[in-house]
């Protein structure tokens, strides 16, 4: 959730909130009103400074505990545990995501295969087909010749050339092409810079 920049809302040089600015967005709850509009959910492709990411703002609160800021302000601690869970949810449906493009990107190289074997397949058929077709063609042909010359009047000699366009409709209705599905994209997240174990997401080896 960005708020307003570092410099403005920080003692110079420093992460240290200066409260005197801060105050200002704490009057009539817009602050819980922007941690309501918070969606952490979905690619995120706006803009995001480094210290506005996830990994920044998950750095600064390790080694901070719960017990001991609710000890200082029982708001703040509730504040902490907003964070903590926002940053979790947003770990989580990131995880979901790219469990699910792993998914996809699967099944379109399994489609791929698939199709390439079956052109392989329809060439193989196809060669085989054609090589049948041209030796009975050149058997008849040798089988006219030798009846000439025995005197015998030839047959003409008016065999079709293979045809291949009905050979590829055959082969394509009794074996149905393979539909690929689209290219998977990734998506475009700019708050994300947290590192992922892939044996940790939804669907990983």
């Known amino acids: ?23 200002v967005f704490l009057k009539d709850d817009e602050l819980f009103t922007r941690m309501s509009e918070y969606w952490p959910f979905g690619p995120k492709e706006e803009t995001y400074k480094e210290y506005q990411k ?16 609710d000890e200082y302000s029982a708001a703040l601690g509730k504040l902490l545990r907003w964070v903590r869970l926002a940053i979790d ?21 399994e489609a791929l295969d698939k199709e390439a074997e079956r ?21 008849e042909k040798e089988a006219r010749k030798a009846a000439a ?17 009905e050979f590829y409709a055959v082969f394509d209705e009794n074996n149905l092409p393979i539909e690929i599905p689209d290219e ?14 892939e044996s940790t997401m939804e669907g990983g080896e």
């Open 1 to 23: 959730m960005k708020y307003q920049d570092r410099a403005y809302l920080c003692e110079r040089d420093t992460n240290k909130l200066e409260w005197k600015k801060v105050k």
């Open 54 to 69: 996830l990994k920044f703002i998950q750095e600064n609160l390790d080694g901070i505990a719960d017990d001991t800021v």
């Open 89 to 109: 949810v947003r770990v989580e449906d990131m995880k979901v995501r790219r469990a699910h493009k792993k998914q996809l990107r699967n099944e379109r190289q």
């Open 119 to 139: 052109n392989e397949k329809r060439n193989a058929e196809f060669e085989a087909a054609k090589g049948a077709y041209d030796a009975k063609i050149e058997e």
């Open 149 to 165: 010359e025995e005197g015998e009047e030839p047959e003409e000699d008016d065999a079709p050339e293979f045809d291949a366009e």
């Open 184 to 197: 998977v994209e990734d998506d475009v997240d700019n708050d994300f810079n947290l590192i992922i174990e």
